[in-house]
């Protein structure tokens, strides 16, 4: 997977590429498509605010679709 990564506030956005995740039981993973970045994101990366858990890929708002169930899940599909 590709992710922009935050290493340190005030610093850019470095670009991170690592193997995809496995989800776990009861979990999915999801090929996003697309993703926002919000105003609380941009505090994050400008330092606003106090002692966030780096490094941390900023960007919650997401579309994609579920292209892996994890064990015991039955109540999502593929696709």
């Known amino acids: 997977m590709r992710a922009m990564?935050?290493?340190k506030p005030g610093?850019?956005?470095r670009l991170l590429e690592k193997?995809?995740?496995i989800p776990g039981p009861g979990q999915v993973?999801?090929?996003?498509?697309a993703c926002g970045v919000?105003?609380?994101?941009l505090h994050?990366?400008?330092g606003d605010l106090t002692?966030?858990?780096l490094p941390i890929i900023p960007g919650h708002e997401i579309i994609g679709t579920i292209s892996v169930l994890g064990e015991g899940v039955d109540h999502f599909?593929?696709?």
């Open 11 to 13: 610093t850019p956005l």
């Open 44 to 46: 994050v990366v400008d």
């Open 29 to 33: 993973l999801v090929k996003i498509s």
């Open 51 to 53: 002692e966030p858990k």
């Open 5 to 7: 990564i935050l290493e």
């Open 19 to 21: 193997p995809d995740p």
């Open 38 to 41: 919000c105003r609380t994101d």
């Open 77 to 79: 599909k593929l696709g």
